[in-house]
């Protein structure tokens, strides 16, 4: 089981700021840029040598891909301004310590991501360092291993196309309300009671009230449905942009 710290670690007293141009992390001195840029967004990365670090900015969507195969642990976060996810796996050499930021005061998405991590506070501490256009340093919250409790193995996207994609889309209307709308205020627990108990449904005023709005159409109730995959359907949405 991943054992996270307990408290966010303080920058280490040799630091740099690596400038990327549209944005900056701040990095141990023993890291450097890594020069490549992708076709339709900019693409590159940082390493020490043994650890890389590499990213994706631009208008283009970055799926937060975890091999269904292994867990992770997911956290909602904000970084210097801007609400962002963070996905942790419990064995850090099989997979991603990733973090995506939905939407930038630019209108631009950014991911990041590291593989085979050995100092997970190290990452996420450059992770958490970026600062864009419109960033806001006075908002950027210390991360507790409390924060990391949401854990999956399930696959959100297939689980949002499955069950939610004909009434739903991530930034429009179809049979119903754009679904990033319903969970704003709303966590995985929630979500999981949502779809497997109907009395959470009834007690929801804000569910009532959009059932009636849109001619008492009401969402399936999935009684198969177990916590896990409840926890990657909520972060699925939750990380597309609005």
Not at 41 to 66: A, I, K, M, P, Q
Not at 113 to 120: E, F, G, T
Not at 157 to 183: M, S
């Amino acid at each position: 089981m991943l054992s996270l710290f307990l408290a966010w670690s303080p920058k280490p007293k040799r630091t740099q700021v690596l400038d990327f141009g549209v944005f900056k992390l701040t990095t141990p001195t023993a890291w450097h840029i890594v020069k490549r840029r992708g076709t339709d967004s900019y693409v590159s990365g940082l390493t020490n040598g043994s650890v890389s670090c590499w990213f994706d900015y631009g208008r283009y969507d970055v799926e937060l891909l975890n091999d269904s195969n292994y867990w992770y642990r997911f956290s909602e976060d904000t970084v210097n301004g801007f609400p962002a996810i963070f996905s942790v796996p419990d064995s850090l050499h099989l997979g991603d310590v990733t973090m995506k930021i939905p939407r930038l005061a630019s209108g631009d998405r950014f991911a990041i991501w590291a593989s085979k991590v050995k100092d997970l506070s190290t990452v996420l501490a450059i992770h958490k360092s970026a600062m864009f256009r419109g960033s806001d340093s006075s908002i950027n919250p210390i991360l507790r291993e409390l924060k990391y409790y949401d854990r999956t193995n399930a696959d959100g996207k297939a689980l949002f196309v499955e069950n939610c994609q004909a009434c739903h889309t991530i930034r429009g209307q179809v049979e119903g309300p754009r679904i990033q709308d319903l969970i704003v205020t709303r966590n995985a627990d929630w979500l999981y009671g949502f779809f497997t108990d109907k009395s959470v449904r009834a007690r929801d005023r804000l569910h009532q009230e959009l059932k009636k709005a849109y001619n008492n159409i009401d969402c399936v109730q999935i009684d198969r449905m177990i916590k896990s995959q409840a926890v990657a359907l909520f972060y699925y949405i939750k990380s597309q942009p609005k």
